[in-house]
């Protein structure tokens, strides 16, 4: 019988568990909401209990149980660290002492798109693939890049933050800090909020309609709709971002030349508008060498990247780089 | 006796030759004008020649030679391939092939900058840093990435092009066709052709005084002395160069979270003004995790970078990375 493994997605709304085989086939897997306002324990006590019922539904012990988190981690501790969409009580959680004894088996921590990373990398487009990036597009931009089939981090774990590479200048403040982030130009927010203005303006008739004029309700669903049924300016606005999207990705083109960049999240599913802007704006934007040779593919495991990339790192026992581990070099988050 | 090994660094100018052993150690080095005008021939028995001459001066006989070549090489067949400083009948050339005899050794071809990287790497102050990028700034940008101690070449040799990441996406026009690459803002010429007008304008009465008012003598070296003499429109100009250089470095930082960054090349003579500019961009530009185990340093090895790099190459037998060489994976360039 083959070694079986444990993972959780921990998101800001929903938990996701997943137990699965070496090979990443999947024997079970539940979602239950976060209620994270309960507070850090009530949340693990819940992971935990998940843990066990599909243990129980399975018939089976998990070897070694993966965590993907939304945020930085110190990954030595297995400590939360900095989780921007979690409540502040999240700070410096021993989230690795309190679940192991609860679930029987070691448990490893990391941040949640360097886990869909690690997922793609070792389950999905990326098994043939040594060099690539992963570009999560959502509410922020998460990323990670993987060097040579390992997955790097660097000293903090922060490796691999793509959406905070400044592509404008002087473009709009982020959250970060910064100015012109790829994460204030082509995530959800950013791409809605140009949705909204134009259909305040009266330019975007179609999303109007679709919408019935309720601006809460724009996602980069709704734009793709309306762009696809003759919303110009909408379709303007999905290109634009997109545009900016490439050059995010042509700047880790040509910094190291994957063989796979790997487009995920909501706004990836804007589809081919999306997909074949960017890969144009790679062959423009890359004077210096042809990029034929660069997939720039959606996720092949969407929603599960994450809770499978957590499988991979409950069989590496959590080793995926000699040299990192928040604190080993360098300074600590915050401290 | 330690093992010996072989150097050459072509470039444009001149070329460098140099006897080492495997600790760096200098035993020799000779440097001629290439004369490129002659033909790649003419220029290889000069390069043998000089190999020769070093041999007999010193006694010894080189295990190997790593040759750094200013460009694009098919490193499987020791070929060059698109030299942009060098006349066009360098396409193609069997460099290994023709030299190889000549010595009496292996010969390795390699891209000059990532090269000079090797170099940083292996004898420099990469020889504690795992991590590192380099920039060559001089009159184009070029660069280096290694990962975990290994070299990045990509498919192409071409990762690591650091100087053609998109800065300002609507920006200058770029040799390599893109628009707004680093190169166009931060290279010498750049800077250069912004001191010259400033000077043309009337805004540079010391840079003035120091060329006679002769815009040919205008290089970055004399804008960093009449910036210290007290232009300060000069001085801005390169605050501003160096502020595009601080994006770049930190867009590198985001993605591979370095221990070390590396300037070298003629316009990292600039110095401090330069340096801590960079410095003070990249602090405020990576908002996601502190940066101050990123070391931003000018080359230890200075103008022998690439020289020693060629070292290393030959004593690396030029096996640098497992899935890369020239034609291996993907298209070649221009074929």
């Known amino acids: 019988m083959p070694a079986v493994y444990a993972s959780v997605d921990l998101g800001g709304t929903n938990i996701k568990c997943l137990l699965a085989t070496e090979d990443g086939s999947v024997l079970g897997s539940q979602s239950v909401p976060t ?13 935990a209990a998940l843990v066990g019922e599909l243990c129980r539904q399975t018939q089976s012990r998990p070897q ?11 990954r030595n501790r297995g400590l939360t660290k900095f989780l921007p969409n979690l409540p502040t009580q999240w700070r410096d959680v021993p989230v690795r002492d309190i679940l192991a004894p609860k679930v029987g088996c070691p448990v490893y921590l990391l941040n949640d798109v360097r886990t869909a990373t690690l997922g793609e990398l070792c389950f999905g487009h990326g098994r043939t693939a040594g060099t690539m990036a992963f570009f999560a597009l959502g509410t922020g931009i998460g990323g990670g890049v993987a060097v040579d089939g390992r997955l790097r981090l660097g000293p903090l774990g922060a490796a691999g933050e793509l959406g905070h590479q400044t592509i404008l200048p002087d473009g ?55 762009a696809a049924a003759g919303d110009a300016n909408v379709k303007d606005a999905i290109v634009r971002a997109a545009r900016y999207l490439g050059i995010g990705v042509a700047n880790v083109v040509v910094v190291l030349h994957p063989e796979l960049v790997v487009l995920g999240g909501g706004v990836a599913q804007i589809g081919e508008l999306l997909f074949e802007t960017v890969r144009q704006t790679v062959r423009q934007r890359v004077g210096m060498f042809p990029t034929d040779n660069v ?41």
């Open 35 to 47: 209620q994270s306002h309960e507070g850090p324990r009530k949340v693990l006590d819940r992971m």
């Open 64 to 74: 070694a149980m993966g965590i993907a988190v939304p945020g930085l981690v110190d």
């Open 172 to 226: 709009p403040r982020c959250g970060c800090g910064n100015q012109g982030c790829l994460e204030t130009l082509a995530s959800g927010p950013a791409i809605a909020a140009e949705g909204i203005r134009l259909m305040h303006s009266g330019l975007a008739p179609k999303l109007y309609e679709l919408v019935e004029g309720d601006a809460s309700r724009v996602t980069t669903k709704e734009l793709a709709q309306a």
């Open 295 to 335: 997939a720039i593919l959606p996720s092949a495991l969407g929603d599960n990247a994450g809770a499978l990339g957590g499988i991979a790192l409950a069989m590496k026992g959590g080793l995926l780089e000699e040299d990192s581990g928040f604190g080993v070099r360098g300074s600590e988050i915050g401290d």
